[in-house]
Structures are given as C-alpha cells and as structure tokens.
C-alpha cells in the first residue's frame, strides 16, 4: 500500500528557471494538499485541491505559482521564474475525503534554487 | 488570519520523564487538531489527532487534551525514549475538517539517555 509519492526529491534551479514538483496521492484519496518548509520553520498551507479542482488556493502567492491536479495523473505544483527566496522543501498531502481531516504527508521536494 | 502558537520551541528532558507541548489557536471554526513527528529530512508523520468533540484522547505513551473555550491543545509523551527526540509540530484545521491545515512552529524534543 504506497503511501504519497512526490518527485524529484532534490531539485536544483538556476533563478529565473521554472520548477515542477509532482504529488501522487495515496490510493483512493482525491484531495491534495501543498505545504512549503522553510528551513527550520514550521510548514504553511499553499493550495488545497481535488480533482480538477481548485478548493483553497488562500496560502500560494499570486505570481509565478500555480497548481493542478488533473483528473489523470499526478498534482503539479510549477513555480516560474524561480527566485533564491523560493528555496524551501515542498510537501504535499493527501486525505481520504473532506471531513475526515488525516493528512498524510509525502517525502518532499527540496527545492534549491542558485 | 488563522494562528497557531506553540510552546516551548526546545525541549530537553532526560529519558523516562514527561514531555509536554502545547499549542493555542485562533480560530473558533478550527474542529480538528493533529500532531506530527518529524525527523531531520523526513517527512512530518501522524502521530495522534483530536476531534473537537472529545477532549482528551490516548495512544500508549501519548496523550492529548483539548480545551475549546480556552482554544488550546496540548501533547504528552510519558516515559521518553531516545527515539522520541524529534521536531513536533501541532496544527489547527482551517475551519471544517478536511481543509488546510495551519500549523505551530515547531518544538525541538531531545531525550537523553
């Protein structure tokens, strides 16, 4: 039974570079959530999706971010024009449906950007 | 916006003693509470949640207790081990259960033997 599934776990960017982070939730679950990690801080919700949905996008910054979760396939967050503040490790999470209120975290994506 | 305080940021405590961690929240929507381990490079795992229509809930060696009208919460962890030595994070629900999750900063555990 795999849990959550993100890659890559490193990636490094040179600024003004695009990043892609991808986020396979765990069997069955249809909510995705983004966390970002700055280093030695506590995690900050980004987006909260569904399938092809946007529910929550309240925590992500207006420009250069955005995120999806097709009906086929995983979630991508995609970071544009990456900059050195954007240098954080990204989690994301997934639960079961809303209501139930567990969410399991993914192994990160370590994000450096040069 | 949605807060979440945590106390203390470190903690030190000899193996066998008593930990204790608490969190305050801000929003009176919040009805979901979890906590998470996380070790260095890992990912934050699970490790007990509270619902806030109980208050107080056990899993072997961990406790939690919530308080609504006070609006806090707070981690036990008797009879620490080694392996208890972690970063803990609480967190709120924003509003219902099954939204985003807004977390505290973080406690450093460290038991020594």
């Known amino acids: 039974n795999a849990g959550v599934m993100q890659n890559p776990r490193h990636l490094v960017r040179r600024r003004g570079q695009e990043a892609r982070l991808r986020c396979s939730p765990m069997?069955?679950?249809?909510?995705v959530y983004w966390y970002r990690q700055l280093p030695e801080e506590g995690l900050k919700f980004m987006v909260y999706l569904q399938k092809e949905n946007i529910i929550d996008e309240s925590g992500m910054p207006k420009e250069r971010f955005s995120a999806e979760f097709p009906k086929e396939g995983p979630s991508i967050l995609r970071i544009q024009q990456v900059v050195r503040g954007d240098s954080a490790a990204y989690f994301c999470?997934?639960?079961?449906?809303?209501?139930?209120?567990?969410?399991?975290f993914g192994p990160g994506t370590r994000l450096t950007v040069t | 916006g949605e807060n979440v305080e945590q106390h203390p940021s470190t903690l030190s405590v000899q193996e066998g003693d008593s930990a204790v961690i608490k969190c305050t929240y801000s929003d009176s929507a919040s009805n979901y509470f979890p906590w998470y381990k996380q070790e260095l490079g890992k990912r934050p795992q699970l490790i007990i949640d509270i619902r806030s229509n109980v208050g107080e809930k056990k899993d072997q060696r961990i406790a939690v207790t919530l308080n609504k009208t006070a609006k806090h919460f707070s981690l036990h962890i008797t009879e620490t081990q080694p392996e208890d030595s972690a970063v803990y994070f609480c967190a709120a629900s924003k509003g219902q259960a099954g939204t985003a999750l807004i977390f505290g900063k973080g406690t450093t555990l460290s038991v020594s033997s």
């Open positions: 999470a997934s639960s079961l449906q809303q209501g139930t209120g567990e969410q399991y």
């Open positions: 069997k069955g679950h249809s909510h």
